[in-house]
């Protein structure tokens, strides 16, 4: 039997500099929101879904902008679902969705919240976040907890269920 390299075809890669990939690995503790004179990071704002963006089906809820991101406590495995509803309504944003499923036991809104403060804090290596919108009192507890310096404007309704 030939060995592998015998049937594999002979493929020649130059060695050019052409080749090279400059590689500079970036020193994220360069990154400032402006305050000390390092660059201005992004403002953003984020929202969550049900309750904020989603407040039933004949309403239209609080819209992001452009450039906000969207963090849900919605599984992953609603991702199809969502992005459906959310196209539907003209939102194109950027979606963190929940890694747990429904079914799993850790599944509850105290680890949706948990969840959502390791987002938000991996968002603010990258963006200066405003405020986050959210209508559940339990998962603002949670982000609270995490002390990100991040707003949190609480959206106090009865149109949706948590
Ligand atoms: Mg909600």
């Known amino acids: 039997m030939p060995s592998r390299s015998e049937n594999s075809p002979n493929i020649q890669v ?5 080749n090279v990939i400059p590689f500079e690995p970036h020193d994220y ?8 004179g390092g660059p201005e990071l992004p403002l953003i704002n984020t929202f969550d879904i049900d309750g904020v963006i989603f407040m039933g089906d004949e309403f239209t809820g609080v819209w ?8 849900t406590g919605r599984s992953i495995t609603q991702s199809d679902e969502t992005l459906s509803m959310l196209r539907e309504r ?6 963190y ?8 036991p850790e599944y509850s809104r105290e680890a949706s919240g ?3 403060a390791k987002v938000l804090r991996m968002l603010q290596i990258c963006y200066d976040i405003g405020i986050h919108f959210e209508d559940d009192p ?7 907890q995490a002390k990100l310096d991040i707003n949190i404007v609480h959206l106090h309704h009865t149109l949706t269920v948590k």
């Not at 130059?14 to 052409?18: D, R, T």
């Not at 503790?29 to 000390?36: I, M, Y």
Request: charged share 35%.
């Open 14 to 18: 130059p060695k050019s500099e052409a």
């Open 29 to 36: 503790t360069d990154f400032h929101d402006g305050d000390d």
């Open 64 to 71: 992001p902008g452009p450039e906000d991101i969207i963090i």
């Open 90 to 95: 003209g939102i194109f944003n950027q979606v």
């Open 97 to 104: 969705f929940n890694p747990l499923r429904r079914n799993d």
């Open 114 to 116: 948990e969840w959502k």
């Open 138 to 144: 339990i998962q603002i507890e949670k982000i609270q």
